[in-house]
């Protein structure tokens, strides 16, 4: 059986880094393209496969589901901030020829959308911060200030220049010496009792 799951998950790789190649460099393309590319028989394509929009799918389904991952492991059930920042960029990295396209370019439509909200809904949990009370006002500020800190966090994780340690002090100091005085004096907005 083990054999069977690793010969599946080298087929389906193929499939999807042939896809993706070609649709980085926009590509028009074929299932007749995708398989040449892929070096695997059109049978095989259509057994995992039903179209290549399947193929694009399975390609974004398994970026949310590693990312689902990173924001659910235990550095974070722990409340090691600081190592899950280093969990998530290396996620990026590891990644990062598919999610530069996908989630910094929003090449991926709706897709850079639902990646920054499941980033935006974690984070929003860790400081305690509602942005879905029914307040208008309050819900649109808490939301400008989460996308600013995902748009931060992503476009640091995007730089190969930015050291990490440095994008977890910009983060850090938004929150202790900026946001958190705004949001709670100045807005009435109030934070998980760590940030008070």
Do not use: C
Not at 81 to 106: A, C, G, H, S
Not at 108 to 136: H, S, V
Not at 146 to 153: A, D, F, R, S, V
């Amino acid at each position: 059986m083990a054999e069977y799951s690793k010969a599946r998950l080298r087929a389906i790789t193929k499939i999807e880094n042939a896809y993706w190649d070609l649709f980085i460099k926009e590509e028009k393309l074929t299932v007749t393209k995708v398989i040449k590319k892929a070096n695997v028989h059109k049978s095989t394509f259509y057994f995992y496969f039903d179209s290549l929009d399947d193929v694009l799918s399975s390609i974004k389904e398994n970026q949310i589901n590693l990312l689902e991952q990173t924001l659910n492991n235990k550095n974070r059930k722990e409340r090691e901030f600081n190592k899950l920042t280093i969990d998530l960029k290396n996620l990026f990295n590891n990644n990062r020829k598919f999610l530069i396209p996908l989630v910094m370019e929003q090449r991926g439509g709706d897709f850079a959308i639902e990646y920054r909200e499941i980033i935006k809904r974690e984070f929003a949990k860790d400081i305690g911060l509602e942005y879905k009370t029914g307040n208008q006002v309050k819900d649109d500020i808490s939301n400008a200030f989460l996308n600013g800190m995902i748009e931060i966090l992503l476009s640091t994780f995007a730089s190969e220049i930015i050291p990490l340690e440095d994008m977890y002090k910009i983060g850090f100091g938004i929150m202790e010496k900026g946001a958190r005085k705004t949001l709670k004096e100045n807005l009435f907005i109030k934070l998980a009792d760590r940030f008070q």
